[in-house]
Nanobody, 122 residues
Framework: VQLQASGGGLAQAGGSLRLSCAASGRAFTRYSMGWFRQAPGKEREFVAAITYSDITYYADSVKGRFTISRDNAKSTVYLQMNSLKPEDTAVYYC?????????????????WGQGTQVTVSS
């Protein structure tokens, strides 16, 4: 599975961005998809995940502000980010794994995209 993330950019605090992650290769519907982020000097952290049966999980820090969704016809997963905060600034990565448990743990994911930069100004 190859993953291509896009949609990052610069936003003001309180603004919105939508990230996309297009998958190619093996059947997209077999995979659960996750979004992770890594800020400078910090470890990578879980943001959100969605199973192949559309069950979603969120980090507490983004719950109520971010929404993960998937379009299986387009083999794409999205991360709608609203009410952005400066602390959301990071490189965002999408990832895929053929399981539906333990999705908050980055180490279980088999495939990763290249990352897209999100910068939120105050």
């Amino acid at each position: 599975v190859q993953l291509q993330a896009s949609g990052g950019g610069l936003a003001q605090a309180g603004g919105s961005l939508r990230l996309s992650c297009a998958a190619s290769g093996r059947a997209f519907t077999r995979y659960s998809m996750g979004w992770f982020r890594q800020a400078p000097g910090k470890e990578r952290e879980f943001v959100a995940a969605i199973t192949y049966s559309d069950i979603t999980y969120y980090a507490d820090s983004v719950k109520g502000r971010f929404t993960i969704s998937r379009d299986n016809a387009k083999s794409t997963v999205y991360l709608q980010m609203n009410s952005l905060k400066p602390e959301d600034t990071a490189v965002y990565y999408c990832a895929a794994v053929s399981t539906r448990t333990g999705l908050r743990v980055g180490a279980i994911y088999d495939y990763w995209g290249q990352g897209t930069q999100v910068t939120v100004s105050s």
